[in-house]
């Protein structure tokens, strides 16, 4: 099967196993748990595994978003979030998803699961654009956020990419 038709149907797939969601409303906790090797792939090579997880990250933000739906979750866990800028974070749906929370926990391997720490300019442009433009950003994530946790092996979140939080508010903010 053609990469491209494989992508379309894993998508497909996704979507409908996660459009049922709505049925759960009483769901408070989502958490999302990615492979969290990397790529073993070229560069300029999409990795089946991260194309897969942007695949989740829509199905379910589509579905969590959606209007009407009841579901009021409060706590959101990206383990193994990959460490790479990705058009999914400016979607509507996945924006929308960020504001209906008040707990939120992100995981970001920066080594190859054997110890060999990778730090490169996509990582860089991850921890200086992404975190604090589209993942962190007060204006997207909740005001009501009161836990944040930011985790990544082998690395000082902050240091390396030069993360800064001087201009983040979360009046609501009690654990970080």
Known sequence: MPQEIHSQTMQSLLKLAFSRLHQAPNLS??????????PTMSVGEDDPSHETQI????AISGSLSSPGSPISFTSLSLVNLYREHRQVFHREAFRAMLGKIDNLRIVVPCDDGEGI????????????????????NPEIVSAKLTSLTLHSVFMDIGLAPFLSFATFSYPQLSSL
Do not use: H
């Not at 990778?118 to 589209?134: A, K, L, Q, T």
């Open 55 to 58: 695949a989740i990250l829509d």
């Open 29 to 38: 906790t989502v958490t999302l748990i990615f492979d969290g090797r990397w």
């Open 117 to 136: 720490f990778y730090y490169d300019e996509v990582v860089s442009e991850f921890w200086r654009y992404s975190i604090p433009c589209c993942l962190l």
